[in-house]
């Protein structure tokens, strides 16, 4: 009897501290379910006081064993528009400075948050989000006021101010604090502070922009970067506790300075299409000889090209003879593309593409027109000996028997071989969209550097469409003054 009475005592006190210990886990996770739709509900109508027409809300929060707190300076939000201008010199030239150069922040700011804990739980109202925090875990319950659509950043950054705490069942009073002030476009802000330079305007080109939030819920913010916009996370940094995501701008459009060995020029966020009035719309420019050559080209052979990993392209000129201006001498166009490091290719020759024409002082000139209604006609065939960069009668490589172009969207489908003929705007479009979205554009003068002068020649004509690029950004500051009844 004594040892049955104390199976039962033991069984019994294990059975209860077992299920304390069950109903105490059941309990809380109750709760903190309970808090994330408070919170979830607290999100919606704190919006409408930041976002909207309401001055002020009210909402419940209902019984809990946890708190409540207003902590305003928890976590800031920085916005940077790196190299905003592209590096320029005196003469508004674009040029590169390397890392650093004419980089500003458009906005900085803190964000505070409404947080509600539960032992090592926090579930936390910050940035127009809610983040579950525990230890090391951050998870997104909804996402914060930051919209990346299309071409479009739309970010009404909200600010949290307030220091009261609660606990019970508190109500959470919203106001809005001040106006709305919006920060970028800004018509009355210069770069730099100087009114020389563009003031805060759309669209935004040039450099890239950096969105970079410190906050204890960094993790969550590097997991709405990462799978819900189309910008990339470029950096964590979890000693700072800090996330950074690029989200680049459309590059150059009209004018633009003809590459050289030290200043590629840099092709940034093109959409890789064939569709009209998409993609790579426009690329023309003007070459002259070099200076002791003013009237006309001695053996012409220089190149535009762009490389990356094993993907090559060639844009040649050359055969010429005299290449005096004012005799009818023309230029040949050699457009050569190799995708597995020059092993083979594809070659395309326009004879007698581009004429040798005088300029107003009897200066030597060639209007190349490379993506557009000016663009030649093209044979595919062997192109030995036709290049400045990747010749293939010096560095191997065979012609491929064919090709078909049938890789983006408005690709035809047809298949190339020899003797084929094809518009030049079509081949350089096309080719040219394995690059993207983001290239440079280099130059290769295959005659010692003495045929083309490229600091007197001029790109003329740069356009295109942007994929997931910046082109309009959307900043405004929006307070919101919370405290508990």
């Known amino acids: 009897m004594v040892l049955i009475l104390g199976i039962v005592v033991i069984g019994t006190t294990s059975v209860v501290a077992l299920g304390s210990v069950a109903l105490d886990g059941t309990e809380r996770q109750s709760t903190l379910d309970r808090a994330e739709q408070s919170m979830a509900q607290f999100d919606s109508r704190a919006a409408q006081v930041a976002l909207g027409e309401e001055r002020s809300t009210r909402l419940s929060f209902g019984h809990s064993s946890g708190t409540y707190r207003v902590v305003d300076d928890a976590g800031t939000i920085t916005i940077t528009h790196v190299n905003h201008d592209g590096g320029s010199d005196a003469d508004g030239n674009s040029v590169d400075d390397g890392p650093g150069d004419d980089d500003e922040d458009v906005y900085s700011g803190t964000l505070g948050a409404v947080v509600y804990e539960n032992g090592d739980t926090e579930i936390a109202y910050q940035g127009g989000g809610v983040w579950r925090h525990r230890g090391d875990s951050t998870r997104m319950l909804s996402p914060p006021e930051f919209h990346y659509e299309g071409s479009t950043l739309t970010l009404p950054v909200v600010q949290v101010s307030g220091d009261e705490s609660a606990s019970g069942a508190p109500t959470a009073v919203v106001s809005k604090s001040g106006q709305t002030k919006g920060m970028y476009p800004n018509a009355s802000t210069h770069y730099e502070d100087d009114s020389s330079k563009p003031t805060y305007s759309n669209p935004a080109s040039d450099g890239q922009m950096i969105v970079t939030v410190e906050s204890e819920y960094y993790r969550g913010w590097a997991e709405y970067f990462d799978s819900r916009t189309e910008g990339s996370v470029v950096d964590v940094d979890h000693a700072n506790r800090t996330v950074t995501a690029e989200l680049i701008t459309l590059g150059k459009q009209g004018g633009f300075e003809i590459p050289t060995d030290n200043n590629p020029f840099e092709v940034r966020g093109l959409e890789p299409s064939m569709q009209s009035g998409e993609g790579l719309e426009r690329l023309s420019f003007t070459v002259r000889p070099k200076d002791d050559h003013t009237n006309k080209f001695a053996s012409l052979d220089w190149s535009l090209t762009a490389q990356n990993g094993d993907r090559r392209i060639e844009m040649n000129l050359g055969g010429l003879g005299n290449g005096k201006c004012g005799t009818g001498e023309h230029a040949d166009l050699t457009v050569y593309y190799s995708d597995d490091g020059g092993a083979t290719y594809q070659g395309w020759v326009a004879e007698n593409a581009y004429e040798v024409t005088c300029d107003a002082n009897g200066y030597a000139k060639i209007e190349v027109d490379l993506v557009g209604t000016g663009a030649p006609t093209a044979e595919y065939q062997s192109i030995s000996g036709k290049l400045a960069a990747y010749n293939p009668g ?84 929006n307070g919101i003054e919370v405290r508990f009844e």
């Open 394 to 477: 010096q560095g191997g490589g065979s012609l491929a028997g064919s090709t078909t172009f049938d890789h983006f969207d408005g690709d035809t489908g047809t298949t190339y071989s020899t003797g084929s003929t094809e518009s030049v705007d079509v081949l350089v479009r096309h080719y040219l969209n394995h690059f993207a979205p983001t290239f440079h554009l280099e130059s290769a003068d295959g005659n010692n550097g003495n045929s083309v002068n490229e600091g007197e020649s001029s790109g003329d004509d740069i356009q295109y469409t942007g994929d997931d690029v910046i082109t309009y950004l959307h900043v405004s500051e």
